[in-house]
């Protein structure tokens, strides 16, 4: 097994994936079609980088979005890719996909860093102070995990259920970027933002291996050239969003402030280590240390 870790295998490792395969006999004039499933919605700055990269990619295929998880349900994107039933989508914590599961990674695509957001007014500096707090976190052992790492009792809630969720007390906050967050209107239902930065967002653009290898190398050399450039420009544009969230929270009426990042930092990874570092990549941590 390949157990070379690189910022881009590192990605792959611990975010979430969007990737692409071949629909054999679905074809709109002469097009590969590519159906796409997301758990964000149409009005998510994503999307616009999406519907980008589809136009300039329009003239070899056919790219059919879902958003809101209208095709499938978070968390099972994976197997349907599989078996063929899906050609893009978003998945969780995929590591070395090409290897093991036969999908080609393309790029990154960043979606701002994941902040708790909450719903009771307490203060929370250090992970002790999450202990009893059903932070809704998404479906699947690595996002629940996640979780527990921060020190939080973590509740599976569907994306589309989290407004609801926070209204009606079933979940006591969420993790989103702000940005997100307050596209979703989350801040009508919560108090505070606490700015723990726990995890860095981002999708992961990402090809069946057997649509990649039936590719052409030119329009392999194209698809990549596109999507790396869709996802360039959205990035450059969601950076300037995030900037004035923070101002448009406080303006709202939330607290926004930032915990002792170190003792969350401390926390988590020992909780990682102990479960999971016996199946890292030799060095693996050192060099996310040192980042």
Not at 125 to 144: C, N, S, V, Y
Not at 168 to 190: C, H
Not at 234 to 253: C, H, N, P, R, W
Request: overall charge neutral.
């Amino acid at each position: 097994m390949d157990s070379r870790f690189d910022r881009r295998s590192f990605l792959v490792a611990s975010g979430s994936l969007v990737a692409a395969g071949v629909l054999p006999a679905a074809h709109a004039q002469g097009k590969t079609k590519l159906r796409f499933s997301c758990a964000f919605t149409e009005q998510d700055p994503r999307a616009d980088a999406y519907k980008a990269f589809a136009a300039s990619i329009k003239d070899n295929f056919d790219f059919e979005p879902y958003w809101n998880n209208t095709l499938f349900k978070q968390g099972t994107e994976l197997v349907a890719l599989q078996r063929g039933n899906l050609e893009v989508c978003n998945l969780e914590f995929i590591k070395m996909a090409r290897d093991q599961l036969e999908v080609q990674v393309v790029t990154p695509v960043y979606f701002g860093s994941r902040h708790v957001n909450l719903k009771p007014d307490k203060t929370i500096r250090t992970p002790a102070d999450l202990a009893g707090i059903k932070l809704r976190m998404p479906p699947g052992e690595f996002w629940q995990f996640l979780g527990e790492s921060i020190g939080a009792s973590p509740t599976p809630v569907a994306f589309a259920e989290v407004y609801t969720a926070l209204q009606s007390g079933a979940i006591d906050g969420q993790d989103n970027p702000l940005v997100t967050s307050k596209l979703m209107k989350f801040y009508e239902v919560t108090t505070q933002f606490v700015l723990t930065g726990h995890v860095v967002g981002y999708d992961v653009l990402a090809v069946s291996k057997k649509a990649w290898d039936a590719m052409p190398p030119a329009q392999q050399t194209q698809f990549q050239a596109a999507a790396e450039k869709a996802m360039d420009d959205y990035t450059a544009k969601y950076i300037g969003l995030e900037k004035d969230i923070v101002e448009f929270m406080k303006s709202q009426g939330k607290k926004v402030y930032a915990p002792d990042v170190n003792a969350f930092r401390a926390y988590a990874q020992k909780k990682y280590v102990d479960k999971y570092a016996q199946d890292w990549p030799k060095g693996a941590l050192e060099r996310i240390n040192a980042l």
